[in-house]
């Protein structure tokens, strides 16, 4: 019978700092801990430490070829983490850490195979919320820190999406509050010449090409020779049926959904622009036409609609410009 989770709070000092010192105690003795970052919430263990790393794909059920990030607290920890540091990546740090920017290296001898999927290259990150710097810091090391969530599923951006998704899996659980960004990082391969992002994320790649002059979007999207998560066909799926559609209005909404054997009744409209009325769907709900704010609350809206235990899920596609191609990216592979 799985365990329930505990859940710790960190609405005060005093129980921030209580909630450090039991994540790292759990963490230096191998295990795993459900955390925020501004992204998502991670599901973190030592990285230099492989049978905790490894416990992370079962509690998941995480394919074996699908690598994790590395996450750090400073440079210099970053630096320990890879075999060559780049002028680029002392640039892209400059510019863009702490924040949702993972950068793609050659690995350290010290990074476990278990992390890489076995690959030459290492995805490394420095994060921006305040709970998983204090946890780096107290421990020592860097966390391998994939989403909080059962493998392919919608990713977690509150405390309470873990539970749910990983149940007594995630033991541990601290609450930092919703996630401030809300997608997963963007992730820059800096071993090919130009540097390619190989998963869109809200550092889009004209803000990257501003820093390096040339930035190469895409990358294949395959089951094998990974180099960074998030490129599986199908992934952040929600358990309802997800489809991205334009529509004129409410009437050409219905039709489509009609044609789609969607019944209304049993499909949760997540919409932007083109607002259709309340009556006859399950529901619906509004997210700004801003691609900061859209991401903010995308997943957590996906999570809403599961729990109302909708057939359907419909989506109002986003713009194509580069500030919605992380959340363009996240949407596609939902719905795969």
Same mark, same amino acid.
Request: proline share 9%.
């Given at each position: 019978?799985?365990?329930? #989770?505990?859940?710790? &709070?960190?609405?005060?000092?005093?129980?921030?700092?209580?909630?450090?010192?039991?994540?790292?105690?759990?963490?230096?003795?191998?295990?795993?801990?459900?955390?925020?970052?501004?992204?998502?919430?991670?599901?973190?263990?030592?990285?230099?430490?492989?049978?905790?790393?490894?416990?992370?794909?079962?509690?998941?059920?995480?394919?074996?070829?699908?690598?994790?990030?590395?996450?750090?607290?400073?440079?210099?920890?970053?630096?320990?983490?890879?075999?060559?540091?780049? &002028?680029?990546?002392?640039?892209?740090?400059?510019?863009?850490?702490?924040?949702?920017?993972?950068?793609?290296?050659?690995?350290?001898?010290?990074?476990?195979?278990?992390?890489?999927?076995?690959?030459?290259?290492?995805?490394?990150?420095?994060?921006?919320? &305040?709970?998983?710097?204090?946890?780096?810091?107290?421990?020592?090391?860097?966390?391998?820190?994939?989403?909080?969530?059962?493998?392919?599923?919608?990713? #977690?951006?509150?405390?309470?999406?873990?539970?749910?998704?990983?149940?007594?899996?995630?033991?541990?659980?601290?609450?930092?509050?919703?996630?401030?960004?809300?997608?997963?990082?963007?992730?820059?391969?800096?071993?090919?010449? &130009?540097?390619?992002?190989?998963?869109?994320?809200?550092?889009?790649?004209?803000?990257?090409?501003?820093?390096?002059?040339?930035?190469?979007?895409?990358?294949?999207? =395959?089951?094998? =020779?990974?180099?960074?998560? =998030?490129?599986?066909?199908?992934?952040?799926?929600?358990?309802?049926?997800?489809?991205?559609?334009?529509?004129?209005?409410?009437?050409?909404?219905?039709?489509?959904?009609?044609?789609?054997?969607?019944? #209304?009744?049993?499909?949760?409209?997540?919409?932007?622009?083109?607002?259709?009325?309340?009556?006859?769907?399950?529901?619906?709900?509004?997210?700004?036409?801003?691609?900061?704010?859209?991401?903010?609350?995308?997943?957590?809206?996906?999570?809403?609609?599961?729990?109302?235990?909708?057939?359907?899920?419909?989506?109002?596609?986003? #713009?194509?410009?580069?500030?919605?191609?992380?959340?363009?990216?996240?949407?596609?592979?939902?719905?795969?």
């Amino acid at each position: 019978m799985d365990r329930f #989770p505990e859940i710790l &709070p960190t609405d005060t000092p005093a129980r921030f700092a209580a909630a450090v010192k039991r994540a790292a105690e759990r963490l230096r003795a191998g295990g795993l801990v459900a955390l925020p970052t501004e992204t998502v919430y991670g599901l973190a263990a030592n990285a230099f430490d492989a049978a905790a790393v490894a416990a992370i794909f079962v509690a998941k059920g995480r394919p074996a070829n699908n690598p994790i990030i590395v996450h750090v607290a400073s440079r210099e920890m970053a630096r320990a983490c890879v075999a060559a540091w780049p &002028p680029a990546a002392e640039r892209l740090a400059d510019a863009f850490w702490p924040g949702p920017l993972t950068l793609v290296l050659p690995r350290a001898a010290r990074i476990p195979d278990v992390v890489t999927a076995g690959g030459p290259t290492v995805g490394v990150r420095w994060p921006a919320h &305040p709970f998983i710097q204090a946890v780096i810091r107290e421990c020592g090391f860097p966390l391998a820190a994939p989403s909080a969530n059962a493998s392919n599923r919608l990713s #977690p951006t509150s405390a309470e999406h873990v539970g749910r998704s990983l149940g007594g899996r995630a033991t541990l659980i601290v609450d930092g509050g919703p996630c401030a960004v809300g997608i997963e990082s963007t992730v820059l391969d800096l071993t090919t010449t &130009p540097a390619r992002v190989l998963r869109p994320g809200m550092i889009h790649d004209v803000s990257l090409a501003a820093v390096l002059g040339n930035v190469a979007a895409g990358a294949g999207g =395959g089951s094998a =020779g990974l180099r960074s998560p =998030g490129q599986l066909p199908k992934h952040y799926a929600p358990k309802a049926r997800l489809l991205i559609l334009e529509w004129r209005n409410e009437d050409d909404l219905k039709q489509q959904l009609a044609n789609r054997q969607s019944p #209304p009744s049993r499909s949760w409209i997540v919409a932007h622009t083109r607002i259709p009325g309340g009556a006859g769907f399950a529901g619906v709900s509004v997210i700004p036409h801003d691609a900061e704010a859209f991401a903010r609350a995308c997943y957590a809206e996906l999570h809403r609609c599961d729990a109302a235990g909708v057939a359907a899920i419909i989506v109002e596609a986003v #713009p194509a410009t580069p500030e919605w191609r992380g959340i363009a990216d996240r949407l596609r592979r939902a719905a795969a």
